[in-house]
């Protein structure tokens, strides 16, 4: 992989990590692109920012908070796009990320197209 992609989608899910720490459903919507999707298991299915959004202002409003990702591993998926999987926990749950697909964009930045993880309490 090679290093701007890397550093690109260490520093945009971090971004993620921080909005969702500070209580910003806003800025976790932010680092998904315009189109995405996201599978929250057992939750459901989310298209596009403005749904991706809603479920992460119901998730803050319901008090999780303190996300860490245990072990992330980062791998390439072509020349723009990388996938990130790791497991997780907060303070009223832990689960599972099966797939973050990043995509550099033309800024240089990554943001997220796909989403696929799972929560238990």
């Not at 890397?6 to 680092?31: I, L, M, P, T």
């Not at 298209?47 to 860490?68: P, T």
């Not at 973050?100 to 799972?118: H, I, K, M, N």
């Amino acid at each position: 992989m090679n290093s701007e992609l890397e550093a690109a989608v260490k520093e945009a899910s971090q971004k993620w990590q921080n909005a969702f720490n500070a209580g910003d459903a806003q800025g976790c919507a932010n680092c998904y692109e315009a189109n995405a999707v996201m599978e929250a298991k057992p939750f459901g299915t989310y298209h596009g920012r403005a749904e991706i959004l809603e479920f992460w202002q119901m998730l803050i409003r319901e008090g999780f908070s303190q996300v860490e990702y245990l072990n992330p591993k980062i791998v390439a998926s072509g020349e723009s796009s990388a996938i990130l999987s790791s497991d997780w926990k907060m303070n009223k749950a832990h689960g599972n990320i099966s797939k973050e697909l990043w995509v550099l964009q033309p800024d240089g930045t990554a943001l997220l197209r796909e989403d696929y993880f799972s929560a238990a309490s």
